[in-house]
């Protein structure tokens, strides 16, 4: 999947990583298999006695290798797995399709273009956004923001839009005219 894809391009080296990890955890057990047979060589035999803190030695070292780079190993997966989790969601995101002047596109179609903010709650709370905006609706234009009202109740509440000012609305309207074009979609 392109998840995955972009996974390894922001992680290059992770491949390599978990590869040496699994070669180290194959080692250690290896030589832990080979302490381990030293050892109950060195029990059975009072002849071999005297090798035997060398080899509790080794077969510790070993062990904790072994816990060490499978420790490593699982963090390093886990982290990938997070990763790939993360870019499913935003590709899943980028794919969802939204209205804007009567034109449909994905929102991966403002990439560079502008900065969409989400406002995601029951209508009450989107009308008091959009209320709570207006002061800033210069700034966030400026900064190439765009709004997108979702309302998680499902009544998309109906903006308000009474400006003295010609200007300000169109300003208003360009900042909040965003829609989900599939409601359904997005939740």
Same mark, same amino acid.
């Given at each position: 999947? =392109? !998840?995955?894809?972009? #996974? ?26 080979? !302490?381990?047979?030293? &050892? ?6 009072? +002849?071999? *006695? ?5 080899? @509790? ?5 070993? %062990? !904790?290798?072994?816990?060490?780079? $499978? ?5 390093? /997966?886990?982290?990938?797995? +997070?990763?790939?989790?993360? &870019?499913?969601?935003?590709?899943? @995101? $980028?794919? +969802? ?10 929102? #991966? =179609?403002?990439?560079?273009? =502008?900065?969409?903010?989400? /406002? *995601? ?10 209320? &709570? #905006? ?10 190439? /923001?765009? /709004? ?6 499902? %009544? ?21 005219? %965003?829609?989900? =074009? ?6």
């Amino acid at each position: 999947s =392109a !998840a995955k894809i972009r #996974s390894e391009v922001l992680s290059p080296f992770r491949s390599v990583r978990m590869f040496f990890y699994l070669a180290f955890i194959a080692s250690g057990a290896l030589g832990g298999l080979i !302490a381990f047979t030293q &050892l109950i060589s060195a029990l059975t035999n009072p +002849l071999r *006695a005297a090798e035997l803190p060398d080899t @509790l030695k080794g077969l510790g070292i070993d %062990l !904790a290798a072994v816990a060490l780079f $499978a420790f490593l190993y699982s963090r390093e /997966v886990k982290a990938e797995n +997070l990763q790939i989790a993360r &870019l499913t969601r935003e590709e899943t @995101l $980028a794919n +969802l399709k939204l209205r804007g002047d009567e034109k449909v596109v994905p929102v #991966s =179609a403002l990439r560079g273009i =502008a900065r969409l903010v989400i /406002v *995601a709650g029951p209508a009450s709370f989107i009308l008091e956004s959009f209320r &709570l #905006s207006q002061a800033y609706t210069d700034s966030l234009l400026e900064r190439g /923001v765009r /709004v997108l009202p979702l309302a998680t109740d499902g %009544l998309m509440p109906e903006s308000e839009m009474k400006e003295d000012d010609e200007l300000t609305l169109q300003k208003r309207k360009k900042l909040w005219q %965003l829609r989900p =074009a599939d409601t359904p979609e997005w939740s």
